[in-house]
């Protein structure tokens, strides 16, 4: 019985570890298409049926972002509110042709 559960821990373990590697990527969000660059600074989902990953994967990167942006606006001495804007405007610079931007109107466009 200890040969048996040595080995499912084993493979839980295997699947633990590759459990991320299912996950979408930012890249691979951007790319396809359900993701863009808001103006605010911050991911937006665009697709209109978005799964838990995804969710969680956008919430996990925003949340990083304001811990950032906090931090910098306070470096810089300005408040967060136009560090946000100022990253918004760089981000939708550096946004890769065909990935979704949000205009001042809040609708998606490709870049």
Known sequence: MTRHI???LALLTLLLIAL?????????????GAVGEQLNGYLGI???SPNAD???????INNKRKAHYQ????????TLE?????????????AAPGEY???????????
């Open 6 to 8: 040595k080995r499912a």
């Open 20 to 32: 991320p590697a299912w996950s979408m990527t930012l890249e691979e969000a951007k790319s396809s």
């Open 46 to 48: 665009v697709t209109t």
């Open 54 to 60: 995804l969710k969680a994967l956008v919430d996990d």
């Open 71 to 78: 931090s910098s606006a306070e470096s810089a001495s300005v």
């Open 82 to 94: 136009i560090f946000e804007q100022r990253m918004g405007q760089r981000l939708h610079e550096r």
């Open 101 to 111: 931007i949000q205009d001042a109107n809040g609708q998606w466009r490709k870049k």
